[in-house]
């Protein structure tokens, strides 16, 4: 995770603006959630050591991740969606009732805020931050308008050819905008020529399954570094305290004795095998996914205590009924065959009842080629065992 | 709290119990001598010369490399410690035995700095292993950007809650490696 709070420092460090996107459960929204914290406390970074040449015990440790931007840092948070709009990310009209009557003020919007937060001598910041979680979900040329332009470093202030904000919409007095509202009850003015301030910095997260949301918008997107969030297997290998050199390749001789998060970590891997080959790699199944499989309980005492076997093998069926089958499902939509291949229904074990299997009719006279539905959690422990087991194969 | 330097690279070397028992023995035994130095296996011999700024070079044919490198926890002491070839393009850091006569051990890895140690009139591997520490040693010889040495050495398991980004995580290995060098960067 380290490395990818880098990875955006650095972007915001060129002068360029970050997108995380990859599939659910990867991360993103939890690395901006690191971020966040990163910007207040710089966590340590994964490069440089120092040394201390008193300390005999702990004599090495990691410089503090160094923040490229300057601080104190403004930090906004916002979710495109596809009611979100122009007015709520750059300019907008609110009515306000007086005793003379209506009239329509204008309120700034996210980013416009940004702009005039930095350019307020009163403010305490250096720079904002805006994130923006689901970015593909709103209409990018309709919330950013003109700003599109102002995502690119090039035309603000100090950069290469800055360009003054074209807001036609406000009315200029004697070289001073008319009054623009800002949330916390602020008002502003922006003067004739202003250019949008640098130290404005956007981090924005994009889901690269979302079947409901658009793709990317190309100018959009070539404003942004964009920061690939895979499915991590070693995550979960941290997570359970596995050692990954350790985990089997599962064979004929031994898949009957894999532990539960063994067969977790191994059914991963080859669904996301299958899937990147049968889909795309941006059809995978995050690694989020299967983090809440319970590893530890926490005893009377307070310590955490190890689950038993059984208990995570009922685990690991339930998110496979709530989480994991609903995913594939959605991705193999339009492909029985495939997902029946992938769910080893022609090639069951050899002995002993298995989850998966065709749909048959009582009457027995309709030939069908579909899945029986079936809830793996609600089945007997030893063909919970079996099939998981059976499916890392 | 002194000022905190800036590290280049750490070279460290997995001291094993045979090697823990040769350095801690009667430099004289029954049978013969034996080594009485650290060995640096061929493996490890790129990346130790390039450590010691003499990238390249041919071990054969290798001068004595000395540096002197200060104690980590006590930077006033400092100590040389001498790099040797060793035929079958291996080198070792001689003269670690802290019983010979003229022994070089270094300062950072001595008793008074809580360095395992065996008794003087230890006869073999078998009787030195209760005195070699559960989880293993190791010793590590850090070099700073300005091109200064420290001597140091870590023992046992790896302490829980460590990160996996503590520049310290290789220095508690698991398994049978041999050593390495932890780059900065």
Known sequence: MADKIDDVLSSWGAGRNALLYGPPATGKTRLVSELFQALNTPPESNRGILFDPDDTEAPFSRPEQEITIPQPIKVVWTTFHQSYGYEDFVLGLRPEISAEGTRLQHWAGVFLDAALELADPESQYKSVVIFIDEINRGNAARIFGEFMTFLDFDYRDGGSVPLPLPLRQLTYVDGQSEEIRRPGGKVATIPEGFTFPKHVYIVSTMNSVDRAAVPIDSALARRFDRIEMRPELDVLADHWELDRDAIPVPTEDNWETLTPYEAAYLLLDRLNVAIASDLGPEFELGHGLLTPMLATRTAADGTAQPVEEKEAWRSLAKIWDDVLFPQLEDRYSGRPEQLMDLLHVDTAPPAGDYAWRLRTAKGGTVEARTLAPIRVSELDIDVVKRSFRWLTR | ?185
């Open chain 2, 1 to 185: 709290m002194a000022q905190k330097l800036n590290i280049d690279r750490i070279w460290w070397r997995n001291v094993q119990p045979g090697e823990f028992y040769n350095i801690e023995r009667h430099h004289q035994i029954q049978g013969g001598g034996g080594s009485l130095y650290i060995e640096i296996p061929s493996s490890l011999v790129p990346e130790t010369l390039d450590f010691l700024d003499a990238t390249g070079a041919n071990v054969e044919n290798l001068p004595v490399i000395t540096i002197e490198a200060r104690v980590a926890g006590r930077p006033h002491e400092s100590g040389p410690i001498e790099f040797h070839r060793k035929k079958g393009g291996r080198m070792r850091i001689a003269r670690q035995n802290r019983q010979q006569p003229n022994s070089q051990r270094h300062p950072a890895w001595i008793a008074a700095r809580g360095f395992p140690t065996a008794p003087d009139d230890v006869r073999n591997k078998q009787e030195a292993l209760p005195y070699f520490p559960e989880g293993g040693l190791r010793i590590y010889i850090a070099k700073t950007v300005e091109g200064d040495y420290y001597a140091g050495f870590t023992k046992g398991p790896r302490p829980d809650g460590m990160k996996p980004n503590n520049p310290m995580w290789d220095l508690y290995p698991q398994g049978r490696v041999v050593g390495g060098v932890i780059d900065a960067d």
